[in-house]
C-alpha cells in the first residue's frame, strides 16, 4: 500500500510539474540592454500584461493602488526591477555611479511619473524602503500609438555618450535621459 501511494504521489508531482512548464508564467522575466558609449546597462524585470484591464492599471483604484507602498510602483512585476551598469551614469540630473541598483516609480500623477533609483538590491518587488533611495528623477511622459499590452523598458543608445531608458504598458510610456561619464 505504501508503495503504491508512493507512486501515486510521484505521478502527481509529475504532472503537476508537466503542467506548470506549459503555462507561461503571467509575468515573464525579461531583460533590456543597450550600449551606450561602449558600456552596458541592462534592466532586468518582469513583464505584467495588461489582459483586458486597460483604463484600470494606473487609476487611484486601480490595479497597482493595491500594492502596499501605492504610489510608488515595484515598476514590473515581481521580484524587484534591477538596473546594472557597467560605467557611472547620469540619469537626468541624478548621478548613478557603476553598478546595481532597485528601480521603483512614483506614479501619485499617473501622467508625471518620478523614477525612483534605489541602492538596496535583491529584495522582493514590494520591498520599497525610501530611507535606501540613492535619488529620483522626473520622467518625460508620453502617450503610445496604440496599447502597450507587455510593459516593456527600453535602452537606447541617442549619441556618442548618451541615450534613454523608456518603461511603457498599457496607455504610458515614460523616459529619462541617460549619459555615460
Same mark, same amino acid.
Given at each position: 500500500m505504501k508503495r503504491l501511494l508512493s507512486c501515486a504521489g510521484v505521478l502527481i508531482a509529475a504532472a503537476l510539474s508537466l503542467s506548470a512548464q506549459q503555462n507561461p508564467p503571467a509575468s515573464p522575466a525579461a531583460?533590456?540592454?543597450?550600449?551606450?558609449?561602449?558600456?552596458?546597462?541592462?534592466?532586468?524585470?518582469?513583464?505584467?500584461?495588461? $489582459?483586458g484591464r486597460e483604463g484600470h492599471i494606473f487609476t487611484k483604484d486601480g490595479l497597482i493602488s493595491r500594492d502596499p507602498h501605492y504610489p510608488v510602483w515595484r515598476a514590473g512585476a515581481n521580484a524587484a526591477t534591477t538596473l546594472k551598469t557597467d560605467a557611472d551614469l547620469k540619469i537626468g540630473d541624478l548621478a548613478v555611479p557603476k553598478g546595481s541598483y532597485t528601480l521603483f516609480v512614483d506614479i501619485a500623477d499617473p501622467d508625471a511619473w518620478v523614477l525612483i533609483v534605489s541602492?538596496?538590491?535583491? *529584495?522582493?518587488?514590494?520591498?520599497?524602503?525610501?530611507?535606501?533611495?540613492?535619488?529620483?528623477? $522626473?520622467?518625460?511622459?508620453?502617450?503610445?500609438?496604440?496599447?502597450?499590452?507587455?510593459?516593456?523598458?527600453?535602452?537606447?543608445?541617442?549619441?556618442?555618450?548618451?541615450? $534613454?531608458?523608456?518603461?511603457?504598458? *498599457?496607455? !504610458?510610456? =515614460? =523616459?529619462?535621459?541617460?549619459?555615460? !561619464?
Open positions: 531583460t533590456a540592454t543597450g550600449t551606450i558609449a561602449g558600456k552596458t546597462v541592462s534592466i532586468t524585470y518582469n513583464s505584467p500584461r495588461v $489582459k541602492k538596496q538590491t535583491g *529584495e522582493w518587488g514590494l520591498a520599497y524602503d525610501p530611507s535606501k533611495d540613492l535619488g529620483k528623477v $522626473k520622467m518625460q511622459m508620453t502617450k503610445p500609438a496604440a496599447l502597450v499590452e507587455d510593459l516593456k523598458y527600453s535602452v537606447d543608445s541617442t549619441g556618442a555618450s548618451s541615450g $534613454k531608458v523608456t518603461l511603457a504598458w *498599457e496607455n !504610458h510610456v =515614460a =523616459a529619462v535621459p541617460v549619459t555615460v !561619464h
